[in-house]
Each structure stands twice: as C-alpha cells, then as structure tokens.
C-alpha cells in the first residue's frame, strides 16, 4: 500500500506525532472524549485496530488521568493521555500532580483552540498552556497546522522532545509534560496511511526522520537534565552499629540490598517494595521511642519518601544523627527539618570493591545490633500463640473453631488477610486511608509488588490508579497473570467512584477493589482534632458520615460484589476473581 497523506491538518499532524511516540517506545494512550481532540483520538483508535498500540478510553478525564499514571507506575514507561480543550484539562491536574512529586513519566496532549479564539471568550476556550505550572517540568503551544511540508517533522521533533522530558527532564528523573495542541476546522478527516506506520506492521526499522525547527513555543517549567547538577556517587562504610536503613515510598529493592550490605536495620514502610528481608523492622515505630533503639542511631539512610509515620521525620530531624538521603524520582529531595547532611544519586558500599549497594548480596557486620531490632520488633508485631486446652473433646475443639471463623472482620485481620492472599504475580495498591497505617505496623516482610500514591499521600484516583496497575501488567497474559487488589476506606472508594465505570469495547481486569467500610473518615479519630471525642461537628465536616450502598453502587457500575462481615467470609471473599470485583467489609468505628 502506497502511504497517503489527507487533506486535513489536523489529522495529519496526529499522525506524524503518534506515530514517532510509537519509534520512540510508546504503547499506552489514555483518552477522554472531546471534539477538540477528534483527530488524535480517531488516530490513536486506528491504531490500536492495527495492532500498533493499547488503547483506553474513560469519560472522565480525572479518571482517566490517574488510570495513565497506573500503567506509568507498571510499566515505568510514558504514557500519553489525549483530551478536549477547557476544564477537561484542568481535571487532570491531580494525577499530574501526583505522577510530579512521585516522578512517573506522563505525556498532556491537550487539544486547544487556535490563536485567533483565544482571550475572545470562545467557547470551551481558557489559557491552557502552562496551566499544570511547575508540576509539569516543560510545556509546549503548538499552532494549528495548516497543510505545510514542514509540518510531519516538526511533529516528529515535538514527540522526541516531549519524549526526552517526559523520562529524564527534572534532573535526569522522569515526570509529567504537556503537549498543548492547537487545530482550525476540520478538526478530522479520513486517516493516512504512514511510511512509519506500515514499517512497524512489517516489523522493519524505521528510520529517523529529519525535522525542521518546529513552530511551537516551548517553556521549561523546572530544571532540565541539561542544565541540573549532576549528582554525586556516595561512599559509606558499615559500622559496627548505630546505623539504620529507612525506606519510604519508592524505594524499591535497593534499599533492602543496602541494609544487609550495611549490616543495618530495616525499618521500610509498606508501600515501599523494600518490606522484605532478614533485616526488615515491622515495629519500628515503638522501637525509636525505646532506650537502647532509637537513642542509640547515629547515622540514617535513606530510600524512596517516608510519609506514614511521624517517629521518622523526627528522628532525621535530631541533632545528634547524620542523614544520607538517596534521591527518588520525586520532584522534591526529602529533607525534614532541613537536617538532611548528604544528598546521593548513587549509594556505594565501600567494602574494598565498587560494587553498588543493589548487588552486594552478603551479610555483614553488625548481626547483634540487626538481631537486637529484629528480635525485638517480632516479640511486638507477632501475638502469642492461642493456648488450646489439650483435653477439649471435639465437640468443644469444632465450636472453637466455629467461633474463630464467626470474629468480627478487625482493620488487622482485614490488611493481614489480604497481605497473605497476595503473591509475587499479584499487585497491590494502598490507598491513602487508616488501612495503610494499619498494614505499615504490623504485616510481615513479603516480596510483592505493592503501591501506593504517596507522592502528595491524596485519596484520589486510588480505584483508577489500581485499573491501570492491572491493566499493564496483565496485558501481556490473559491467563497467568496475577490479581490486582486495592485496599482502601470507604472515602477514598467514594472519592473515586467514577473509576468503576468501564465502557463498551474496554478491558475488564482481574482486579479486586476491597474497602473497608467504618462509616466514614475514621483516620480523623486518632489525630489531634479527634483527641476530645466525637462532636456533631467534628463527625459532619471531619468524619463525614454517608449511607451509602456499595451493593447497589456496584450493580449500576456492573461488578461483582461481596459483603463481608466475618473472618470466614473474608477468606473465602480473597480468592482470586475472574474480573472486576467489589469487595465491602464491614468495620467498626474505633
């Protein structure tokens, strides 16, 4: 087939720049319905017909905008979302907030009215370019086309440069970047067949395009790679004690790696996917207050970004420690109190080798000081065991037994559940709720894909994040992929509603939405505004009551649902679903 090329701008310039996305690796586009956006989306539609993309689609583009971050998180790839012109844009200023402090790679391609209607009060027509501020870290206004030659390779140079932001464009670290994009009617015309495109079908190399300089206004919103300092290489010693490992949000496996190469403490929080390991500290919030602990650290390392304790910001902020803080891919480095004393990029064991801490594999010294947290945070987190009278006849042993499986579902024995039921295949997604507190205090260490949006620690976009999370990492098996389980409160569940929503012609996961039900926003009993005790108006304008149905709530969205009461029912309600599944378990207040 001889490529074509159509009469329609628009059309044309979606083309020249989905299909250099496609060169440079791009295989998710989320999209929102919008006429603005018409020609992107038709384009992105047909090529997912031919095989050349994964598409999705979402009416609400907040929704729609945290499903892009999941597949981000997942498959630590860009993701480009596709929307209308006017608020559509502003509602993805969530997401994009969130994918900015936690450094995950998203690509805006806003549609916008052209030069001529803006400021006039046009319709659906507002100052789109650079609306995200610094939470994008490069934005650029690309005129409408008008037919010219020039137009496919300054797409094309539009794309790799949006590309290169989007990955490495705060200090070498990805995050998000906005493409605002500006077309005349016809806003789309019939689709033309690439030379790049059909390259791709047939498997052969596409060779790169040489670009003109395009006509677009772009702006640095933050620090580019080019112009960033460049980070340091940090040397650090065991010792034979005083030094602990923390690992926040993002930390990943690294941090587990470095604990025992430094024959340190672990003390790694839930969501961080360093909670595993001979090192690992569950306890540590009661062990920093404990003499002999805490007041015995004298140097910290840390990982990822710390958000579910208050006992770790104030133990880097004390004077008598010395922080060294890896950076993360977040837009911000970690620093509380201002005490932080060294700020690494890359973390190096000095043991006689330059080996990175990620591959030292042995344990080191220290093992009384290790053996003395570990030891001590196990005699906490573990119960004792339940003390069976060895004369009960079986009669008496099955009515014991009855009433273990009748218990009351407790915020424990809910997150212990569903920590045992999830395995290394599996993902799972904390939302920002009691739960994630709860988890981070008392599950065991466990190697499993856990996250959380702990960027900015909102309870927005938890269900679509988690969609996103299970759409990627089961799209390349339909049959051996794990499930996705989301655990969250039942405000953040209601928070996010619309993400239950999945349209004709959309994937539908293995994904199991589990949310415990207390009534409303319980986390607000143990702060400080919840000290003196329940008011009408502390529970009306904090705790926010609802009588919400999630029965009914899933029905109308079309999931299956659960209702959980008991610890029998929990266990049986885990076992993996065959697609989207609803999971209400009943909790008490306090």
């Given at each position: 087939m001889t490529p074509s090329r159509s009469s329609v701008p628009a059309t044309n310039l979606s083309v020249a720049l989905i299909d250099e996305y496609l060169a440079l690796g791009l295989r998710d586009v989320v999209l929102s319905p919008g006429s603005r956006s018409q020609a992107l989306a038709l384009v992105a539609a047909e090529y997912e017909r031919r095989g050349l993309l994964r598409l999705r689609v979402r009416i609400d583009e907040r929704v729609g905008a945290f499903l892009a971050l999941g597949l981000?998180?997942?498959?630590?790839?860009?993701?480009?979302?596709?929307?209308?012109?006017?608020?559509?844009?502003?509602?993805?200023?969530?997401?994009?907030?969130?994918?900015?402090?936690?450094?995950?790679?998203?690509?805006?391609a806003s549609a916008d009215r052209p030069t001529e209607l803006r400021g006039i009060g046009a319709n659906q027509a507002t100052n789109q370019p650079g609306i995200f501020g610094t939470a994008v870290?490069?934005?650029?206004?690309?005129?409408?086309?008008?037919?010219?030659?020039?137009?496919?390779?300054?797409?094309?140079?539009?794309?790799?440069?949006?590309?290169?932001?989007?990955?490495?464009?705060?200090?070498?670290?990805?995050?998000?970047?906005q493409v605002n994009l500006a077309f005349r009617e016809p806003l789309s015309g019939p689709i033309p067949v690439s030379a790049a495109s059909l390259a791709r079908e047939s498997n052969a190399a596409i060779?790169?395009?040489?670009?003109?300089?395009?006509?677009?206004?772009?702006v640095p919103t933050a620090p580019t790679a080019a112009t960033a300092p460049v980070g340091d290489v940090v040397d650090i010693a065991p010792t034979d004690s005083g030094t602990v490992v923390i690992a926040g949000a993002g930390a990943g496996e690294h941090a587990e790696a470095a604990a025992r190469a430094?024959?340190?403490?672990?003390?790694?929080?839930?969501?961080?996917?360093?909670?595993?390991?001979?090192?690992?500290?569950?306890?540590?919030?009661?062990?920093?207050?404990?003499?002999?602990?805490?007041?015995?650290?004298?140097?910290?390392?840390?990982?990822?970004?710390?958000?579910?304790?208050?006992?770790?910001?104030?133990?880097?902020?004390?004077?008598?420690?010395?922080?060294?803080?890896?950076?993360?891919?977040?837009?911000?480095?970690?620093?509380?109190?201002?005490?932080?004393?060294?700020?690494?990029?890359?973390?190096?064991?000095?043991?006689?080798?330059?080996?990175?801490?990620?591959?030292?594999?042995?344990?080191?010294?220290?093992?009384?000081?290790?053996?003395?947290?570990?030891?001590?945070?196990?005699?906490?987190?573990?119960?004792?065991?339940?003390?069976?009278p060895v004369d009960l006849n079986n009669a008496q042993f099955a009515r014991r037994q009855l009433a273990i499986v009748r218990e009351s579902v407790t915020r424990r024995m809910l997150v212990e559940a569903v920590w045992r039921s999830t395995w290394p295949h599996d993902r799972l997604v904390l939302g920002a709720s009691r739960l994630i507190r709860e988890a981070d205090q008392v599950v065991s260490g466990k190697k499993i894909r856990v996250?959380?949006?702990?960027?900015?620690?909102?309870?927005?976009?938890?269900?679509?994040?988690?969609?996103?999370?299970?759409?990627?990492?089961?799209?390349?098996?339909?049959?051996?992929?794990?499930?996705?389980?989301?655990?969250?409160?039942?405000?953040?569940?209601?928070?996010d509603v619309g993400a239950l929503l999945l349209g004709g012609g959309e994937i539908r996961p293995r994904i199991q939405v589990i949310v415990g039900n207390d009534g409303g926003g319980t986390i607000f009993d143990g702060l400080e505004v919840g000290s003196a005790g329940a008011t009408p108006a502390l529970d009306r304008v904090m705790f926010t009551p609802h009588d919400?149905?999630?029965?009914?709530?899933?029905?109308?969205?079309?999931?299956?649902?659960?209702?959980?009461?008991?610890?029998?029912?929990?266990?049986?309600?885990?076992?993996?679903?065959?697609?989207?599944?609803?999971?209400?378990?009943?909790?008490?207040?306090?």
């Open positions: 981000a998180v997942e498959t630590s790839t860009p993701v480009l979302v596709i929307t209308t012109s006017g608020t559509a844009v502003a509602n993805l200023h969530p997401a994009v907030l969130e994918a900015h402090h936690s450094g995950v790679p998203l690509i805006i870290t490069h934005y650029w206004d690309n005129p409408a086309p008008e037919g010219n030659d020039f137009e496919a390779d300054a797409a094309a140079q539009l794309a790799r440069d949006s590309w290169a932001a989007a990955t490495t464009g705060h200090r070498g670290r990805p995050g998000p970047v060779a790169p395009s040489s670009a003109s300089a395009p006509a677009v206004q772009s430094l024959g340190a403490p672990l003390l790694a929080e839930v969501s961080s996917g360093a909670h595993f390991g001979p090192n690992l500290v569950v306890a540590y919030r009661e062990l920093l207050a404990e003499p002999g602990f805490g007041d015995q650290i004298s140097r910290i390392i840390v990982f990822g970004h710390p958000t579910l304790s208050r006992e770790i910001p104030a133990l880097i902020s004390r004077a008598d420690v010395t922080t060294t803080v890896v950076r993360s891919a977040g837009a911000d480095d970690y620093n509380p109190g201002h005490r932080v004393a060294i700020f690494a990029d890359t973390l190096r064991i000095s043991d006689g080798s330059s080996a990175p801490a990620a591959a030292q594999h042995t344990q080191r010294q220290s093992r009384a000081w290790v053996g003395q947290w570990v030891f001590a945070s196990r005699s906490i987190t573990d119960p004792a065991p339940d003390e069976l996250h959380a949006n702990r960027g900015l620690a909102g309870i927005d976009g938890t269900i679509a994040t988690a969609l996103g999370i299970a759409l990627a990492s089961q799209a390349t098996s339909s049959t051996t992929g794990g499930t996705t389980r989301v655990l969250i409160g039942d405000i953040t569940a209601l928070h919400v149905n999630f029965e009914q709530l899933a029905a109308a969205y079309g999931w299956n649902y659960l209702r959980v009461r008991t610890r029998g029912e929990m266990d049986e309600a885990l076992a993996s679903s065959a697609g989207p599944q609803l999971i209400e378990v009943v909790l008490a207040r306090l």
